[in-house]
C-alpha cells in the first residue's frame, strides 16, 4: 500500500519505539524542534478523546476535513487489500505529513516494532525508550523478546538511540548485526544531576545532557513531570546531536523545548482541591514510574484511586506498585470487548479489602471520590486510556477542564 501511495517523507524523520515512554519522548522532540523554528509534523496514538490528537503539525491537531481527505485517497487505492484500522489510518497520515512542506516527522510506534505499519518508515533516527513487558499475545513474555521486536526499528548505518539502560542482549545483538549506530543511556549518552554546584542522585533543578559529541549543561528538569522523564528527555537529545547536522538545535530551544512539551494523561494534574491527577499507566513498568512520581510530589493528605483496566493487561501488577502510595480504592469496569469489569478487577486486588468499592464506571467512581476526598487529598485515575478518557470527559462536563500540566 505505501508503494501504490508512493508514501516517502522527504523530511529527517525519528521513529520512537518503547514499552512506555515514548509518547512522552515525542512529544520533547516535538517540543525542542519547534522551539528551535522547524515545521514538525507528529504522529501518536492512542488518542484519549478525538482522533485528531493523532496527526499533529506545527503545534495543532489537523482538521477533521483534512484527514477525511487522506482517508479517501487511502480507500481509493485500497482496492481489495484488507487494512486494519492502524494501517489504514497511519497510511493517510503518513501520506498527509508527505504531502505537506515539513522540516522533520517524529512518529511513534503503535505496538513492537517490527511488525508495526509505522516501521514502514525508514527513519534516519530510530528510538527504543524502554523495555517491559506489554502486549505479551504479540510481543512474547520476557523482556529479550520484547527487546527484539522493538529493535527492528533500527536501521543499519544510521543513528539507534536507546534510553533503556538495562537493554536485553537481543537488542544490542540485533543493532550490531545489521550495523546501525546504538547508542545506550549510561554507556553512550548520560544524564548528570545537580543540586547547587554538587551532584546528587535525586533531581531538583537542573541537569546536564553529556553525549558522544555534545554536552548541554544547566537543563530545566522537564515539564513533564517525573524522575523517568529525564531518561526520556535524554532519548531524545540523543537523536538530536545525531541529527545535528540536519536539524541544529540552539541551548535555548532545548530549554524552552522542555520547559513547553505537553502530552495528556501522563501524571497530569487538573488544578483545583482536591487535586485530580490523570495518568494512562497500564503495565507493571508504568505503574512503578507512576508509584515513584507520587512519592515525589507528597501530599498532605490521603490518595484516592479510581482504577480501571482492560482485561489482556497485568491489572495486578499494576496495582502492587501502587499498593503503599493509595489509601482507598475506587475501582470501575471498562467497556468494549477487552473491557474487565469491576468485580474481575477486586479480585486483583485482594490486599484491599476493607479499603475499596466497586462502581458501576468511571465516572461514579470518579464522583464518589471527589465526595469523599478533603480539600488536601489528592484522587489519581489510572490503569488505561479509556479510563483516562472517561475522566475527562466527565471533568469536562462539570466545568473542570483536564487542561494543566
Known sequence: MAQRLDLQLTCPSVVVAGTNGKGSTCAMLDGVLRAAGYRVGRYSSPHLLRFNERAVIDGA????????????????????????????TTLAILRLFAAR???????????????????????????VTSIGLDHADYLGTTRDSVAFEKAHVYRGGRPAICSDPSPPPSLLDYAQLIGAQLRVLGRDFEVVVFQGARATPEPRQQWTYRGPTLQRASLPMPAL?????????????????????????????????????????????????????????????????LARTLGEHECQGRTHAV?????DKDAAGVAEQLKNRVDRWYLAPTAGPRGMDSHTLAACVPWAQGRMDRFDSVAEALA?????AGPDDRILVFGSFVTVAEAMRDLQRSGQEPSGL
Open 101 to 127: 512542506t515539513l522540516d522533520a516527522a517524529v512518529l511513534e510506534i503503535g505496538l513492537g516494532g517490527r511488525l508495526d505499519a509505522v516501521n514502514l518508515i525508514d527513519a534516519d533516527c530510530s528510538i
Open 368 to 372: 464518589a471520590a471527589r465526595a469523599a
Open 61 to 88: 491537531a489537523v482538521s477533521d476535513q483534512t484527514l477525511i481527505e487522506q482517508f479517501e485517497a487511502v480507500e481509493r487505492a485500497r482496492g481489495e487489500v484488507s487494512l486494519t484500522y492502524f494501517e489504514f
Open 307 to 311: 482504577f480501571a483496566m482492560l482485561r
Open 225 to 289: 513531570r517525573g524522575q523517568h522523564q529525564l531518561r526520556n528527555a535524554a532519548g531524545a537529545l540523543a537523536a538530536l546531536e545525531a541529527l545535528a547536522e540536519r536539524l541544529p538545535v540552539s541551548q535555548q530551544a532545548v530549554r524552552q523545548g522542555l520547559l513547553q512539551a505537553r502530552i495528556e494523561g501522563r501524571f497530569q494534574v487538573v488544578p483545583g482541591r482536591p487535586v485530580v491527577i490523570l495518568d494512562v499507566a497500564h503495565n507493571p513498568q508504568a505503574g512503578e514510574a
